[in-house]
């Protein structure tokens, strides 16, 4: 059975950096593509990244671009997103994200596309 498993979340200073990481399991070698969304508590999920894994294509949400970054490790089967210069207003909760296996997706992080999906892992940063 497929898994996402987040880690790397925390409380982390405005200005500064952090890497979540997700690790997949299962049938994980056949995931096409990981992402990244996040969630503000009492807002709708926002995409954040996704990386088609085997041609190493990243796309990003509006708020992502130029601060964040989405890398993969295929052997470790672990997908990371590099958050630099982290500002308040990003205390959110982040989730990884897979399609079903051998799926593709958008580059526009449609969730409806998304069929497995991590526990969430908090991202705080106070103000």
């Known amino acids: 059975q497929e898994r996402l498993v987040e880690s790397g979340g925390g409380w982390v200073q405005a200005g500064e950096s952090r890497r979540p990481s997700c690790v997949a399991s299962g049938r994980s070698v056949s995931f096409y593509a990981m992402g990244w969304f996040r969630q503000v508590p009492g807002n709708e999920r926002e995409f954040v990244a996704v990386?088609?894994?085997?041609?190493?294509?990243?796309y990003y949400g509006h708020s992502a671009k130029g601060r964040f970054t989405i890398f993969a490790d295929i052997a470790k089967s672990t997908v990371y997103l590099q958050m630099n210069s982290v500002n308040a207003e990003e205390t959110v909760v982040y989730y990884c994200a897979a399609p079903e296996v051998l799926m593709d997706v958008g580059m526009e992080g449609k969730e409806i596309e998304y069929e497995f999906w991590g526990q969430g892992n908090e991202v705080t940063v106070p103000s």
């Open positions: 990386i088609k894994r085997v041609v190493g294509e990243s």
